[in-house]
């Protein structure tokens, strides 16, 4: 058992004081406090600006310590703000007044080591033995999951370490729990608190954490494609492009790898894009033909022309005319046969011209937040465990809190106020 206080005497003794511990009752304000004691109310209007808005910082039901004269004059009160300071209120005696400050809450800390068999339920147990309530709701609370209460049998063993804070000999703020056991039908099941008081039945945890990743989500993106313009003005397609269509001339199936566009004899022919003239002359079926071939493995095909403009070897941009239309080679009338092929294959040109983005669903990498689990060991669980299962060999006596004594205050408490 580990004493962690600082200093202690039993100041009624030394003063003939009498300590009195009370709750702060409900709705009562500063004021109506002062009122009680017949403290004159001009110590409010004492107290600095920033110390007046912690007046409304104390809590009904909060445990306030007060010392009386033998006659009965309040001499000091102790009221806690919060878990770590407290006003003070204290009579200097010399000048016959009462002063006001606000300190901090002085407490010890103080390990107790608990074995004890279950007869009624962990929760009744405690309460009778050790006279903690908090500390039955919060082993009740702890083992919650893991156990069930009912399926305990007489004899059971309930094993536990817990710090408590005191102040003034009572148990100041909530225990805190670093390990508990129950033993039942021969298995220990424990429980091992972290930090936050967090009870897990591991002396380890799932703890998580984000991180950035890689994921592979389907977006739908836009994809720069050709930018090929028309082949000629005022278009009206007269057959599409098909790898089977029914052949007017043939009269058979075949596939057309192009669109027909109806125009005018004479109708000028323009470039799609700009590129070197590969070709520039008579090719069969196809009569005068100019082929152009673009970056990117593109070559645009132009067919059934009457005149051709543009020559073999020569580089041509964007729009510029290459040609007009006709009717050479195998065809029915005047029309452009106008062919695209990617990398040697035919390719729709309906598909490239004029559009200049294509949507497309593709698979991308995007980097993104990933949770993750990762076990950390709670800290102090394994020793905690190796100490309980000692502990439980050889128990400890039992500290119980209905034996403390409640009139002694630690000599820092009223330090300040007996100096005046
Ligand atoms: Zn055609």
């Not at 305990?152 to 102040?167: F, P, S, V």
């Not at 991180?211 to 930018?227: I, P």
């Not at 109708?267 to 970056?295: D, F």
């Amino acid at each position: 058992m580990k004493w962690l206080f600082i200093c202690s005497l039993f100041f009624s003794s030394l003063f003939g004081a009498i300590s009195v511990e009370t709750k702060w009752t409900e709705g009562d304000t500063f004021s109506d406090y002062l009122q009680k004691h017949q403290i004159p109310q001009w110590l409010i209007q004492n107290i600095d600006d920033e110390d007046k808005q912690f007046l409304s910082e104390i809590q009904s039901g909060v445990k306030v310590f007060e010392l009386y004269t033998k006659e009965g004059t309040l001499i000091q009160s102790l009221i806690p703000i919060g878990r770590e300071m407290q006003i003070q209120i204290f009579k200097d005696e010399q000048n016959d007044e009462y002063l006001f400050d606000i300190i901090p809450i002085i407490y010890g800390i103080r390990e107790h080591d608990v074995v004890m068999p279950i007869t009624v339920s962990p929760h009744s147990d405690i309460i009778n033995n050790i006279h903690h309530a908090p500390l039955a709701t919060k082993i009740s609370h702890l083992f919650k999951k893991s156990i069930n209460f009912r399926k305990l049998h007489k004899g059971d063993t309930l094993a536990l370490i817990y710090k408590q804070r005191e102040r003034l000999g009572k148990p100041f703020l909530d225990p805190e729990v670093l390990v508990a056991m129950i033993e039942t039908a021969g298995k220990k099941k424990f429980i091992f608190v972290d930090e936050e008081g967090v009870g897990y039945t591991k002396t380890h945890k799932d703890v998580s954490y984000v991180t950035k990743g890689k994921k592979k989500v389907k977006q739908e993106v836009k994809v720069k494609s050709s930018s090929f313009g028309m082949p000629l003005r005022h278009v009206r397609i007269s057959s599409r492009f098909s790898y089977k269509r029914w052949h007017p001339i043939l009269k058979r199936y075949r596939p057309h790898l192009g669109v027909d566009f109806a125009a005018k004899r004479g109708t000028p022919l323009l470039a799609v894009g700009s590129g070197k003239v590969i070709y520039s002359g008579w090719m069969g079926g196809y009569g005068r033909v100019v082929k152009i071939k673009h970056s990117n493995g593109y070559i645009s095909l132009y067919a059934h022309q009457s005149r051709i403009r543009a020559k073999k070897g020569t580089h041509v941009k964007k729009g510029q005319i290459i040609g007009y239309v006709g009717s050479s080679g195998r065809s029915t009338g005047p029309h452009l046969h106008f062919g695209l092929y990617k990398r040697n294959r035919a390719i729709n040109p309906l598909k490239m011209i004029n559009k200049r983005y294509n949507k497309r669903t593709k698979i991308i990498t995007k980097v993104v937040d990933i949770i993750k689990k990762k076990k950390v060991p709670i800290k102090g669980a394994l020793e905690n465990k190796k100490r309980l299962l000692e502990i439980v060999k050889n128990p400890p006596e039992l500290f119980n809190w209905q034996g403390t004594k409640e009139n002694f205050m630690y000599f820092n408490d009223i330090q300040k106020g007996s100096k005046g």
